[in-house]
């Protein structure tokens, strides 16, 4: 793991470590107490503590090879990915007869939601259509909602 960016800069801090290394601060911390990441350089005075760059090319060459700096070996999770995008969920679709009814009455000049369409069939064919043309069950459709 090589980090062109950070390479030129004195110290990092522990976070900026622990991002480095494609941990969180948690993980690494564990990390450090264990012995496996080299502990950080105490800061003076009791200001934050920081990584050398030596210190940081340790920790990345631990972080790739998988052995610490007490010798154990260690197995890291792959860094995680980001998760494809959620395709949204798709509303219920009316049956064809009924997205073809809207269509029609669409074409007609009114506005009709799926709902509507759905309520009206049902209202004026209790029995369904089945059996009576397509243009009458648009025309009655038609009348119906234009009452409403």
Do not use: W
């Amino acid at each position: 793991m090589n980090v062109p960016n950070e390479s030129h800069k004195a110290a990092v801090s522990v976070s900026e470590m622990a991002s480095l290394c494609l941990l969180s601060r948690s993980r690494f911390h564990a990390l450090v107490r264990d012995g496996i990441f080299p502990r950080p350089v105490p800061g003076a005075q009791g200001k934050r503590p920081y990584y050398t760059p030596e210190l940081l090319q340790q920790c990345l060459e631990i972080r790739s090879t998988g052995i610490g700096q007490n010798g154990e070996i260690v197995l890291f999770n792959r860094p995680a990915t980001r998760k494809a995008a959620r395709k949204p969920v798709a509303k219920a679709q009316a049956p064809a007869e009924h997205a073809e009814l809207v269509d029609a009455l669409r074409s007609l000049g009114l506005v009709a939601t799926v709902e509507a369409v759905t309520g009206a069939v049902q209202a004026l064919y209790p029995a369904g259509t089945a059996g009576i043309a397509e243009g009458e069950v648009i025309r009655k459709v038609f009348l119906h909602l234009r009452k409403k």
